[in-house]
């Protein structure tokens, strides 16, 4: 019977510690993309969004408290407002002077 | 042979059409003006000086008195001081700069030997840096008491600012600060012209957004949202942080392109810096 429990629990534990692994890895993975895509489109456009730095701090910060989940989601997000960023350079880039007065 | 000429023809005209499609800087400066006097019919040009005061008659009244023990009169004192204040090799700003600083109609200009657009808080810093003085920070602080002082002294200079045809670099940092102006960023996607042009007047939650012309000339400025004196710069990067972009660096090109751009338009107005805003 203890033995038993002691099996259950070290099951438990390695099933536990394998999926905590893969999103530790997932999460690192998502923030780094994150991280280089907002450097890109910054460096090629001059185009960045406060908002897309927040979300990558904030994916940083759930990421060093454990929460790989939090930090996976709050990456995409970033990721999701860098791309945005970028399309807003390119779109501005071909209209921007539909504004200046004639 | 007939056909090749009309090609031809059509090409000219094309390309005639979109010569006079780009238009210049004087262009430009007459369509943004033009632009003001039909939106704002009771404001005459000169008073754009006195920014959103001038298309704002309710709070203009409140800022008068204001103005009557002005905020910023504690910083032009300050800004007195540093002035003459002697460096340690016993020179001082004013070696730089006259014996009172009053050079404001000078900036922002464009420097051909170094090629890039020199503001007056660039002139500051660039004159203590020649004598081996540190530089100021450049949004807030002694950098803008030099600046109030030596603007407070300026009054009445008007806006010149020239964008000499013998160097293309010169057009090209007018037309990146004209981009710039009309370019919308951050995530809210506003462009300077959006707020200060196409709205302005408008009410932004409790705030009306003030006319573009007339931008460069009051500055720097006692905001009672700082409650402290701050350049024109400072105001960029809060108006970026406002629409959700990171600001640019304060006297980098961006900024410095900007202020070129911006000076331009108000050409012909007069400098009455410093002053106090909401």
């Not at chain 2, 023809?9 to 780009?22: H, I, K, Y």
Request: charged share 25%.
């Amino acid at each position: 019977m203890k033995n038993g429990l002691r099996i259950i629990a070290v099951s438990i534990a390695l099933c536990s510690s394998v999926a905590f692994g893969a999103s530790n890895i997932s999460a690192k993975k998502a923030i780094d993309g994150a991280n280089a895509a907002y450097k890109q489109v910054a460096k090629e456009t001059s185009y960045q969004w406060t908002v897309a730095v927040g979300a990558i701090k904030a994916a940083k910060k759930a990421f060093d408290k454990g929460n790989f989940t939090e930090a996976e989601a709050l990456a995409a997000k970033a990721m999701k407002l860098v791309e945005a960023t970028k399309l807003q350079a390119k779109i501005e880039s071909e209209t921007w002077q539909m504004r200046v007065p004639k | 042979m007939k056909t090749i000429i009309q090609h031809l023809a059509f090409g000219l005209l094309g390309l005639s059409v979109s010569v006079t499609a780009v238009a210049g800087p004087e262009e430009d400066r007459k369509a943004f003006q033009n632009f003001y006097e039909n939106r704002f019919p009771d404001t005459p040009v000169n008073d754009y000086q006195n920014g959103v005061y001038s298309i704002l008659p309710s709070a203009r009244e409140q800022w008068q008195s204001i103005e009557e023990f002005p905020p910023y009169e504690l910083s032009v004192e300050a800004g007195e001081k540093l002035f003459h204040s002697k460096f340690a090799n016993g020179k001082s700003l004013a070696d730089c700069f006259g014996s009172n600083g009053a050079v404001r109609e000078k900036y922002p200009h464009w420097d051909k030997a170094r090629g890039m657009v020199v503001t007056m808080e660039r002139a500051i810093n660039e004159c203590r840096e020649a004598n081996a003085e540190k530089p100021y920070g450049l949004k807030k602080g002694k950098i803008a008491d030099v600046s109030a002082y030596m603007s407070f002294n300026s009054r009445g200079q008007k806006v010149n600012v020239v964008i000499p045809s013998d160097d293309s670099r010169a057009l090209a940092a007018y037309e990146d600060g004209k981009e710039h102006f009309y370019t919308k960023r951050g995530q809210l996607n506003f462009a300077c012209a959006d707020c200060h042009m196409y709205t302005a007047g408008a009410l932004y939650r409790a705030d009306t957004t003030s006319p573009g012309l007339g931008h460069a000339t009051s500055w720097p400025v006692f905001r009672s949202k700082w409650q402290e004196m701050g350049t024109l710069h400072r105001r960029f990067g809060g108006c970026h942080k406002n629409i959700r972009a990171n600001p640019f660096k304060a006297q980098g090109s961006e900024y410095s392109n900007l202020e070129y751009f911006v000076s331009y338009m108000s050409n012909g107005l007069e400098f009455n810096g410093p002053a106090a805003r909401k």
